[in-house]
């Protein structure tokens, strides 16, 4: 048999086997930015179709979320949730790279460039966004950027939750199922409470939950000392409160605007001071607007201190009160350490 006829033979019998293996859904393996797997192309255009879109003048856990992943991926910004003009430059950046449209808009084509797969052992600025996520959603985890034993406990729980391979790896549908279903994007039914986890007294966290679950989490601050038994300057006192009116137009000598009454309280576990007149409240004007004054006007970090209530960022109280228009408002906050 000549060597001509030889080399056809075997062109024909590998075509053949490529046809074959086709046929039966063998694919070349290649490298992929995820490890997660990705049963069919319908599973994965769904996934992608349910990313949200994060953008200019956005704020919380997704656009900390976005900043994170961009500071992994070498663009270092600071990940305040705020979603700037420093932000949108990052993110065109980041697309021109990727081939993508550089419009500043973090939408599904962006996200699947952006995520990186994390599991156990990696460390950095993607894994703080997962334990953000997963904090958001309802597991809550120390954002220390550091992939244990406690962060893959939750990953499973939270997978399993979804109807996702419960591996602890955090692929490309994780991330979807992530950032679609915590914040402000999602929660199931049942009862709305609020949790203030104290962490310092201008950077601590206010949550709003659904039926157990996370829907949405701002920062928030507490007092300007961290006794819980110093009126007025004490940060509000570990323990669970009944929640009273609310109003956008409250007009007090010191608390106006946006407000939230809680019950008085004692402290030390109803030991010791009474603790009275503590609200959830801003800085701004009794119409909801930014003033001349400085109780009226929001001028930075600082302005997260308090006379022992709990304070939000004017943006984040409005947001916090149309998450409770919306999905119900109510009946008690309980603060933990």
């Not at 930015?33 to 179709?49: G, H, K, L, S, V």
């Not at 200019?56 to 900043?67: A, C, E, I, L, N």
Request: aromatic share 6%; proline share 2%; charged share 20%.
């Amino acid at each position: 048999m000549s060597t001509s006829t030889l080399t056809t033979r075997r062109h024909i019998a590998a075509a053949a086997a490529l046809a074959s293996a086709l046929a039966v859904g063998i694919t070349a393996t290649a490298p992929l930015d995820t490890a997660e797997a990705q049963p069919a192309a319908a599973a994965n255009a769904a996934a992608a179709a349910s990313w949200p879109t994060v953008k200019s003048g956005q704020r919380g856990t997704d656009v900390t979320t976005v900043q994170l992943l961009l500071n992994q991926r070498g663009y270092s910004l600071k990940a305040d949730g705020v979603f700037g003009s420093g932000t949108a430059a990052k993110v065109k950046s980041f697309q021109k790279a990727k081939g993508l449209k550089a419009d500043g808009i973090v939408g599904p084509n962006t996200w699947a460039k952006l995520i990186v797969t994390v599991k156990s052992g990696s460390k950095g600025s993607a894994v703080k966004a997962l334990q953000l996520q997963l904090t958001d959603n309802g597991y809550a985890t120390n954002a220390d950027g550091a992939f244990g034993a406690r962060t893959a406990e939750k990953v499973r729980a939270f997978q399993k939750a979804k109807g996702l391979q419960a591996d602890g790896i955090v692929g490309a549908n994780t991330w979807a199922a992530l950032v679609r279903g915590g914040g402000s994007s999602g929660g199931g039914g049942g009862a709305v409470t609020l949790k203030f986890d104290k962490g310092t007294v201008t950077n601590s966290k206010l949550y709003v939950l659904k039926g157990g679950k996370v829907i949405a989490s701002y920062r928030a601050g507490s007092g300007t000392i961290t006794n819980e038994c110093t009126t007025g300057k004490g940060w509000l006192p570990t323990a669970t409160y009944s929640i009273g009116g609310h109003w956008k137009n409250y007009n007090g000598s010191l608390i106006k605007g946006y407000a939230i009454r809680l019950a008085d309280k004692r402290c030390n576990n109803g030991k010791g001071t009474l603790r009275t007149e503590l609200f959830i409240h801003s800085e701004m004007t009794s119409g909801g607007g930014q003033g001349s004054t400085e109780q009226t006007r929001w001028d930075g970090v600082g302005d997260y201190k308090s006379a022992g209530c709990i304070k939000l960022h004017p943006n984040d109280i409005k947001s916090l009160f149309k998450q409770l228009d919306k999905n119900g408002w109510p009946k008690s906050l309980t603060v933990v350490n």
